[in-house]
DNA sequence: TCCGTTAATACTCAATTTGAGTATATATGG
DNA sequence: CCATATATACTCAAATTGAGTATTAACGGA
C-alpha cells in the first residue's frame, strides 16, 4: 500500500422553504446530499464550497455554516483500507425560488426523511411505530434499561416530558443506536422516514437541529424569505422549520419587537382575506446583532 | 511536485478553572495550543484526541467538543505550498486538579491572552486604547466607515450597546481584521493581550465564546468543578468563565430552580466566613437534559 | 469576651416578559 | 349583502427576572 492519500470532502445540506415545506437539495435521487473534493486550489474551505455550488446548481448561497467535520472510521462509506475521507460538513440557507428546472438537482421536503419532526398537525402518527421500536431496543439489555428510558422520555417527548424540536439529531442517533434506522441495518418502515447514503442523513439531521436552535437567537429566517413578505409568510417558514404551530399574536408581538422588519408600504392580497402588508428584513442596521440575552443573572456593580 | 500531502492536525483548547482563574493548556511556554496529527489508526476523531492528550499530558477529559476546521492557505502556518494542513479544533473542559508538576505543559489564563475579556472588575482599562486603535482603523476606509462603527460598537459595547460576554470570537476577529492583533501585524502592546502561534489565539476565542454561550444551556460547568462544592465557588466558576459578576441571591435561585444539584451533607468552612452546605451534580438523573426552553410562542394546539 | 468582618441563606417586591385569549377591520366570492 | 378568511389591535393574568434587604453563623483580634 503505497499511497494511503487522505480525501477530504465537502458536504453541505442546502435548505429553501417553498410553500411551507423545507427542503434540501439532494443528488441521486433523493439519495444523497451533494458533496465534492476539496481541491488545492481553493482559497478556504468556505470559498471551496461556495464555488462548487454556485457550479452544480444555479443557487446562490447567502448564508453558508459550517456544521461538523466527520473522520469516523465505522461510518465511512468506502469501508476497506484504502485511506480514509475526511468529511467536512455545511449548512446553507437559499432563498425561496421558482421550482427547478428538469436535470437539475432535486429537491426534497424535510420530513421525508424525517417524519417523526413534524408536529404541526400534532404528533406524527408514526411516533407509535417508533416508540414501539425503540421500547424494544430499552427492555433488550437490562442492565442500561434505565438510562435508555430517560434518554428516550427525554429525546421524544414521553412520558411527561415535553417535545423540544431542537432535539432532532439527538433523536435520529438514538434511533440510529437502537437500529432502527435502514442505514444502522433497521427494515425498511415508512414510519422510520426515507433513508440517505452513507451518513448523509446524520448530516442533515445535524443542520436541522443546528437551524432550529439558531432560528431562536439570530435573524437567520429572513435569509430563507424573498424580499418582500407578510407576517404570515413569515410566521409559516418559521413553523415549517420548527415542526410546530405559533401563536399568532404573540409571534407578531415577538416580531415587532425585535425591530428587524419594516414596512415597505406594499400590500399583499394572494391569500383571499384582508390584504396583508407587506415587510422587508432590515439589512442595514442589524447585520451584526445579537436578539436574545444574557439568561445570566448579572450584577450591575 | 510529486506528493502534495495534505496533513490533518488536531488542535486542543483544554481549559480548567483553579482559584477563579479560567486557564488553558499551552505548550512552548505559553505560545501555543496543543496539536498533533491525526494518525490513520484511529477509530475516529474524538478517540484519537482522547488518547493523545492522555498520552501528552496527566489529564482526563471529560467533556470534548469539536470547534471548527479550519483550512484557510492564508492562515496557514507552513506559509509555502508543500501541501495544505487541515486544523480541526476542540474545546476539551478538564476538572480543576493541583498545579501541575514541572516539565508538563503549562496552564496559562484566558485573560493573559484576552485582558480585553475580563470585566469583573469593571470595564478594563485596556479598551481604551484599544478603542483608540480600532477608532483609527473605522475613518481609515471613509466608505466602510459607518458599517465599521456599527459593528465596533455593537461588539465592544460602545456608544450605548451594552457588553456582550458572548461576542469573544467576533472581538478577535475584529480586532485582526483591523491589524491591531500581533498575528495580524499590530505591534506589541500589552493591552492587545499575548500573542499565540499560527491561528491559535482565534481557537482559543472560538472556544471562550462557545463555552460562554453553551454555560447558559446545558449544564457543561459540572464538569469544570470538584466533586463537592459550595454555592460560591459554583458562582465564582461561572463568573471566571463570563468574565462578569454575578447577583448572588439571584444565581442561587436559578441553580435551584433547575434541580441540577444536590446537598452532600457536608460543610465547608474554608473562607472565613459562615460556613456553607456543600453541593454535587446530580450527574445520574439529568445527563441529557436541556435548561432554557423555546422562545418561540407556540401555540397550544 | 465582645465586636467588626466575611460569608451564607432567606425573603420581599416591583417591573418585565410571556402565554392565552378576545375584538375589530378589510378583503373575496357567491 | 352575507359567509368566509385573514389581518391587525388590544387585554389580562401568570410567570420570570432584576434589584435589594434582613438575618444567621462562623472567625480573629482588641
Redesign the pocket.
Same mark, same amino acid.
Do not use: F, I, Y
Given at each position: 500500500m503505497p499511497d494511503k492519500q487522505t480525501h477530504i470532502e465537502l458536504i453541505a445540506a442546502l435548505t429553501a422553504v417553498t410553500s411551507g415545506v423545507p427542503r434540501v437539495m439532494t443528488v441521486r435521487a433523493g439519495e444523497a446530499l451533494p458533496s465534492g473534493p476539496f481541491e488545492l486550489g481553493h482559497r478556504s474551505l468556505q470559498s471551496g464550497l461556495r464555488e462548487w455550488i454556485g457550479d452544480q446548481t444555479g443557487h446562490p448561497i447567502g448564508y453558508l455554516e459550517q456544521l461538523y467535520t466527520f473522520a469516523d472510521r465505522d461510518r465511512s462509506s468506502a469501508g476497506g483500507d484504502e485511506g480514509r475521507t475526511i468529511s467536512i460538513s455545511y449548512l446553507g440557507l437559499v432563498r425561496e425560488q421558482a421550482a427547478p428546472g428538469a436535470g437539475r438537482p432535486g429537491w426534497h421536503g424535510w420530513y421525508e426523511y424525517f417524519p417523526w419532526e413534524d408536529h404541526r398537525d400534532g404528533r406524527p402518527n408514526c411516533l407509535l411505530s417508533i416508540a414501539k421500536g425503540l421500547h424494544a431496543w430499552i427492555i433488550a439489555e437490562p442492565s442500561r434499561r434505565e438510562h435508555r428510558q430517560r434518554r428516550t422520555d427525554f429525546a421524544f417527548g414521553l412520558d411527561g416530558s415535553p417535545w423540544n424540536e431542537d432535539l432532532a439529531l439527538q433523536r435520529y442517533e438514538l434511533l440510529y443506536e437502537a437500529g432502527i434506522v435502514a442505514e444502522a441495518g433497521g427494515k425498511a418502515d415508512p414510519a422510520t422516514g426515507r433513508p440517505m447514503f452513507a451518513d448523509h442523513r446524520r448530516i442533515l439531521a445535524t443542520g436541522i437541529a443546528r437551524l432550529r436552535a439558531k432560528i431562536k437567537y439570530r435573524p437567520v429566517v429572513f435569509e430563507l424569505m424573498p424580499e418582500n413578505f407578510?407576517?404570515?409568510q413569515l410566521q409559516r417558514t418559521v413553523e415549517s422549520l420548527a415542526g410546530l404551530t405559533l401563536?399568532? /399574536?404573540?409571534f +407578531?408581538?415577538?416580531i415587532d419587537?425585535q425591530e428587524l422588519i419594516e414596512e415597505t408600504g406594499g400590500m399583499s392580497?394572494e391569500?383571499?382575506?384582508?390584504?396583508?402588508?407587506l415587510f422587508r428584513y432590515r439589512h442595514a442596521v442589524l447585520e451584526e446583532r445579537a436578539l436574545s440575552?444574557?439568561?445570566? /443573572?448579572?450584577? +450591575?456593580n
Open positions: 407578510t407576517l404570515l401563536h399568532k /399574536p404573540n +407578531r408581538r415577538l419587537q392580497s391569500t383571499g382575506g384582508r390584504p396583508a402588508k440575552g444574557s439568561r445570566l /443573572p448579572l450584577s +450591575r
